[in-house]
């Protein structure tokens, strides 16, 4: 980031930082993520911010942005530290969709050391529990996480996906998800003391973020060998394990990504939706990039949008096999339309502008074969439509 250095020193307080947008014309970008942008470049210590092309509108600050600043601010990370996308390739003889969706594990049921000491997927976690945080262990959570069987479909680099060990046709286990509470119980420790502002003590700040970050990829691995073992299969170690939500120094300027992945030489999986393909890439975005890519598809409707819309449209049933043929595991009807695949933007386009603005290269593509999001309690088939019009109001 050398190139940055020189406009720091030229700053004073009143002078915004640069801001760039990694989007072409036919890309959609809302104009509150555009404001949200010029808010943030406004910032004391703000040298520049980099908007991805899964640019939206989250609370206070962008997301789908990378922000490099001579201060350190809580807020641009958000309180999902350590949120991010793990893949872990899986071996299985059949992959029937119906019958793999049924053996999913419940992933709103945290692993307790004690009560499930003798669960297999315990063998994944070496050395201590970062921060010793015990709570929400092996679960997926809410909102875009989700847990995906997938297939490789399309191979674009056949030499880089042998390396990862992939090959078209085979499985692999996609994770997303965060440090489930951790992150929040940080960010508003900061919050409730400072508000919006910076960090009065970034190192302070540094060594809760890192555990929450190590939190949230042990969490992935947890969740994959629970997967795996209900799934009749062995676990494995994960070929991409990107986080989104963090901090990191870089040649001494703090870089916040806020839903943005580390572009500086990494494999990373730009999830689409559970209806459409997700791309691994090869990210090689440099310092105009803040060394960052895109991390999916990114919203391009409000949850409240999706859920209004969605409900015109679509039956729960139609939510729950996509247009890939793919199972969608999820009891929380609400949560069904909120994410369908409607409300993201199209993945193909956030993938053609990075590969036009040289941030990355592609590498494979996915498509989806079971998405988990949370158990199914009833029988996907049920046709009560009584119940289900009561159950829409709940959560």
Known sequence: ??????????????????VTVFASPASWIESDALAQCQQ???????????????LHPGKGAPIGAAMASSVLYPFLVGSDIGCGIAVFPIHLKRAVPERLAARFPDLDRPLD??????????????????????????????????VELARVETVFDPGHASRLGLDAGGLVLIVHSGSRGLGERILRAHTGAHGAGPAPD?????????????????????MAARVAHALGAEPTEPIVDQCHNLVEVRDGVYLHRKGAAPGDGRDVLIAGTRGTASYLVAAHAGSDANHSVAHGAGRKMSRADALRRGRAKHTVEELRRTPVGSIVVCGDRQLLFEEAPTAYKRIEQVIADLVDHHLATPVATTTPLVTYKTPDLGSPHRSDRRDQRRGRGRR
Do not use: C, K
């Open 202 to 222: 970034p190192a302070a700040y540094l060594a809760m973020h890192d555990d929450a970050v190590r939190w949230g990829s042990l969490n992935r691995r947890l």
């Open 40 to 54: 943030v470049a406004a910032l004391d210590g703000m040298i520049h911010v980099a908007a991805m092309p899964d």
């Open 113 to 146: 050391p004690a009560q499930d000491a003798d669960d297999p997927a315990w063998a994944v976690v070496s050395g201590d529990i970062p921060a010793d945080h015990l709570e929400g262990l092996g679960t997926v959570g809410r909102g875009n996480h989700f």
């Open 1 to 18: 980031m050398s190139q940055h250095h020189s406009r720091r020193e030229s700053l004073s307080p009143s002078t915004p930082a640069t």
